[in-house]
């Protein structure tokens, strides 16, 4: 069994040798061509485009100076002298200028609130301005400047203590 083996061993061998070597030595049925770089069309027309665009360059240049130029295409001012405006008399200056009106109150009505009570309804209105939001009534005060004078459904209107004008706010 000894001398078996070892024939197995050595002709399995020798087979894988043998195909090794086989695999090593180049053969023409297994060489490839060599790999040869044609131009493509694109490459052809990229330089014809280059040419183009040279020759297109060349061309724009001046072959000329302008001796003067006739215009200055920065300046907006026409060179022809317009005619004087006619002049006219000074008007008279107001002899009292009217009092400038104070800015209307920074305040906004953002609701208007309503309970329903047996001599009728009695709405609270919500306005917020100042930096604080209040809650007034007909009559009530917004500070020591305005009193809440009438509530409707939606408009309350507000008098100015100070100078007796009334404001109307409205919701939005």
Same mark, same amino acid.
């Given at each position: 069994?000894?001398?078996?083996?070892?024939?197995?061993?050595?002709?399995?061998?020798?087979?894988?040798?043998?195909?090794?070597? +086989?695999?090593?030595? #180049? !053969?023409?049925?297994?060489?490839?061509? *060599?790999?040869?770089?044609?131009?493509? $069309? @694109?490459? %052809?027309?990229?330089?014809?485009?280059?040419?183009?665009?040279?020759?297109?360059?060349?061309?724009?240049?001046?072959?000329?100076?302008?001796?003067?130029?006739?215009?200055?295409?920065?300046?907006?001012?026409?060179?022809?002298?317009?005619?004087?405006?006619?002049?006219?008399?000074?008007?008279?200056?107001?002899?009292?200028?009217?009092?400038?009106?104070?800015?209307?109150? +920074?305040?906004?009505? #953002? !609701?208007?609130?309503?309970?329903?009570? *047996?001599?009728?309804?009695?709405?609270? $209105? @919500?306005? %917020?301005?100042?930096?604080?939001?209040?809650?007034?009534?007909?009559?009530?005060?917004?500070?020591?400047?305005?009193?809440?004078?009438?509530?409707?459904?939606?408009?309350?209107?507000?008098?100015?203590?100070?100078?007796?004008?009334?404001?109307?706010?409205?919701?939005?």
């Amino acid at each position: 069994m000894d001398v078996k083996r070892t024939v197995i061993v050595v002709m399995i061998g020798a087979a894988l040798i043998a195909w090794l070597a +086989a695999a090593a030595t #180049s !053969g023409n049925r297994d060489r490839v061509p *060599p790999v040869v770089l044609k131009s493509s $069309a @694109i490459d %052809s027309r990229g330089d014809a485009l280059a040419s183009e665009v040279a020759r297109l360059h060349e061309r724009l240049r001046p072959v000329e100076t302008p001796r003067q130029p006739s215009r200055n295409l920065f300046s907006f001012a026409s060179s022809r002298p317009r005619p004087a405006a006619p002049v006219q008399a000074p008007k008279p200056a107001l002899r009292e200028a009217p009092a400038p009106r104070p800015a209307p109150p +920074a305040l906004k009505l #953002s !609701g208007i609130a309503e309970d329903t009570t *047996p001599e009728g309804p009695v709405r609270t $209105a @919500i306005i %917020s301005g100042l930096g604080q939001l209040f809650f007034a009534k007909e009559g009530g005060n917004i500070t020591d400047r305005y009193r809440v004078v009438r509530i409707s459904t939606d408009v309350v209107e507000i008098t100015d203590l100070a100078d007796g004008t009334t404001l109307r706010l409205a919701l939005k």
